[in-house]
């Protein structure tokens, strides 16, 4: 059973810059795609970003240019580089994993088999 753990989270000004990590145990996380979703007070969950498993990225419009998805194999951890914060970044941020060995619906909730239990992301003005 694939755990995931996020965590980097708090409460930061508006232009500032956090960096979370999602640490993956019980698998192979070299073979995983990892999505990060967040999901603010009385919204649904957003797609965020996604890296494969050969370190193809995507990012929603809302923050390309501003965050960045790395992985570390050998750390078995994938981070979200968070910058130039807004105070709509407000939000519990997931990572989850996608274990197909191909990129599937990548901005998808349901295209993800594992989530992590989130972490809390808060900007201030």
């Known amino acids: 059973q694939v755990q995931l753990v996020e965590s980097g989270g708090g409460l930061v000004q508006a232009g500032g810059s956090l960096r979370l990590s999602c640490v993956a145990s019980?698998?192979?996380?070299?073979?995983?795609?990892m999505g990060w979703f967040r999901q603010a007070p009385g919204k649904e969950h957003e797609f965020v970003g996604f890296?494969?498993?050969?370190?193809?990225?995507y990012y929603a419009d809302s923050v390309k240019g501003r965050f960045i998805i790395s992985s570390d194999n050998g750390r078995n951890t994938a981070y979200l580089q968070m910058n130039s914060l807004k105070p709509e970044d407000t939000a519990v941020y997931y990572c989850?994993?996608?274990?197909?060995?191909?990129?599937?619906?990548?901005?998808?909730?349901?295209?993800?088999?594992?989530w992590g239990q989130g972490t809390q992301v808060t900007v201030s003005s």
């Open positions: 019980g698998g192979t996380f070299s073979s995983y795609n």
């Open positions: 989850a994993a996608d274990v197909r060995q191909y990129i599937g619906r990548y901005f998808a909730r349901d295209n993800y088999n594992y």
């Open positions: 890296i494969s498993r050969s370190g193809v990225t």
